[in-house]
């Protein structure tokens, strides 16, 4: 099981939180017609929040071999976290171990982006605008 956390597009995402869920179960069916691992499909905003924030938790998809290979501590691979990138969210799915860290990272770059936040493992499900 994981850590999971989701930004969104706030223009796209509906207000009131009975909307915003279920427009999140629809958005976590995976039916859009597209490769769920290329953020070039996305927004901008959330293109440039995917840029930022794979510096901190690389996309275990997409990182280099070798440097898993060179990473003896293992503190690369408990950073690595798995994304899946949508017209307007991106899903991501992280270590509990990195949970504290990985919220506090996503909440300031969405500030930072003008992306929404939402906490899909808490158990009051979060919700910031």
């Known amino acids: 099981m994981s850590y999971d956390l989701m930004v969104f597009d706030k223009e796209r995402a509906p207000d009131t ?3 915003f869920l279920a427009w999140y179960h629809e958005q976590t069916k995976w ?3 597209h490769d769920y691992q290329i953020a070039a499909h996305t927004t901008p905003a959330l293109q440039k929040w995917y840029a930022d924030i794979i510096e901190h938790f690389p996309n275990m998809n997409t990182v280099d071999e070798e440097l898993l290979d060179e990473d003896e501590d293992n503190e690369l691979e408990s950073r690595l976290a798995e994304y899946s990138i949508g017209y307007h969210s991106i899903y991501v799915c992280f270590a509990w171990s990195v949970a504290d860290e990985a919220n506090r990272i996503m909440k300031m770059l969405a500030q930072k ?4 936040f939402f906490d899909v493992s808490s158990t009051n499900g979060e919700i910031i605008r």
Request: without cysteine.
């Open 17 to 19: 939180r009975e909307d």
């Open 31 to 33: 039916s859009e017609p």
């Open 113 to 116: 982006h003008d992306v929404g």
